[in-house]
């Protein structure tokens, strides 16, 4: 069993700052990719952020240079700072990661944390 639990949602007014944990436990031997999405009332759920096990990162235009993510492998955590948030940005956020247990690998999301960005 794998757990992804997120923190640090809330309220924002635009041009604040956010910052987004999550962190993996369970019988984990390794894990790849990890990412956060994000879904807003009425809209699909989109990637807003990923980063391989490498360190490579790849942002969607919407939040490139505002939005940074980072991960420690040896504590099996990924955050999202996020800066300079918009009214936009208002969804709920979803961690995800590609996690290999003893007998392959498994994809996992978290329970979604909100965040709301006041105009």
């Known amino acids: 069993q794998v757990q992804l639990v997120e923190s640090g949602g809330g309220l924002m007014q635009a041009g604040g700052s956010l910052r987004l944990s999550c962190a993996a436990s369970?019988?984990?031997?390794?894990?790849?990719?990890m990412g956060w999405y994000r879904q807003a009332p009425g809209k699909q759920r989109e990637l807003v952020a990923a980063?391989?096990?490498?360190?490579?990162?790849s942002y969607p235009d919407s939040v490139k240079g505002r939005f940074t993510i980072s991960r420690d492998n040896a504590k099996n955590t990924v955050d999202l700072q996020m800066n300079s948030l918009k009214p936009e940005d208002t969804a709920v956020y979803y961690c995800?990661?590609?996690?290999?247990?003893?007998?392959?690998?498994?994809?996992?999301w978290g329970q979604g944390t909100q965040v709301a960005v006041s105009s």
């Open positions: 980063v391989t096990s490498g360190g490579s990162t």
């Open positions: 369970g019988r984990i031997r390794g894990i790849t990719a």
């Open positions: 995800n990661a590609d996690v290999t247990l003893t007998f392959g690998s498994y994809n996992y």
